[in-house]
């Protein structure tokens, strides 16, 4: 069961913040019940589309520039937004290590979330925020958006070692692996001090579920293949090695039948953060 912080409740959320936010993305529509991931995935257009990074990167550079608060998949937003519960998450770990922060960002596309609440991290006595994503991704990145508190990895081995994060985050993404399981063993293999696992789709049956999801055009246009995870296989990852501190529902929760969830997981037995 969770800890201290057991449930944020959605209605601590600004209201005036939290509707206009999620009616932007209610057009997304999840659609099929697939056999398997690769089922799915013949019938999507895929992350690589170029569409797709083309608009992502003028986003971000809006957002870079200052011509923009923040973006979400490509999407710019004029009026700055914070994910409260995210936020409260990521400041207990700064506050548990000394004012420093360690962000590794596994999908975090051209630092997004970094971008979208930097203005409140920036407190931190030490803010290093680390993405690992595509390689197109990385190396746009890399060109246009490093600084230095932003950096870009193509391997999550890589960012282990350059960072040393003290925060593994998963926003909006582990639900779009091929294989997020073995993702998730990966990540903690390395027995990080806190795992943020953020927007995703969970489902209160015992097994994954494969579904379609469709972009609106006003977005861009893309479709991608993505689970609606296991609730209970996917806590089993933290079982042995972590504890549940918080669970908060998301915005994106308008799916019928399934609770799309935000969990922030601390190891038990942790060690000192390394210099």
């Known amino acids: 069961m969770p800890g201290k912080l057991q449930l944020l409740a959605r209605d601590l959320l600004p209201p005036l913040i939290a509707r206009p936010l999620a009616r932007r993305f209610l057009d997304v529509r999840y659609t099929g019940r697939y056999r398997s ?3 799915a995935a013949r019938d999507a257009g895929g992350y690589d589309a170029p569409n797709i990074l083309e608009q992502v990167t003028a986003s971000a550079r809006a957002v870079r520039d200052g011509r923009a608060a923040y973006e979400r998949d490509g999407v710019v937003f004029h009026e700055p937004d ?13 506050l548990r290590n000394k004012g420093r922060l360690r962000v590794l960002d596994f999908g975090g596309s051209l630092g997004s979330t970094y971008f979208q609440h930097r203005a409140v991290l920036s407190a931190a006595k030490e803010l290093r925020w680390g ?13 246009e958006f490093i600084n230095g508190e932003l950096s870009f990895h193509l391997t999550v081995d890589d960012a282990m070692r350059t960072l040393r994060p003290n925060v593994v985050l998963f926003s909006g993404v582990l639900a779009w692996i ?5 993702v998730l063993d990966q990540i903690l293999s390395h027995e990080s001090p806190a795992v943020l696992v953020d927007r995703t789709p969970l489902t ?4 994954d ?7 609106p055009d006003k977005i861009y246009r893309a479709s991608y293949p993505c689970w609606f995870l296991s609730r209970a296989r996917f806590l089993d990852h933290f079982a042995d090695r972590y504890s549940l501190n918080a669970e908060f529902p998301q915005l ?15 190891r038990k037995h942790p060690g000192a953060l390394e210099p």
């Open 37 to 39: 991931w690769s089922e």
């Open 82 to 94: 914070y994910r409260w519960p995210l936020l409260a998450c990521l400041l207990r770990e700064a």
């Open 131 to 143: 993405v690992v994503e595509q390689p197109a991704f990385v190396e746009t990145g890399r060109r």
């Open 178 to 182: 091929e294989n997020p399981h073995a």
């Open 204 to 207: 209160s049956l015992d097994h």
């Open 209 to 215: 579920v494969a579904k379609l999801q469709r972009v």
């Open 252 to 266: 994106d929760a308008h799916v019928p039948g399934t609770n799309f969830g935000g969990f922030h997981f601390e």
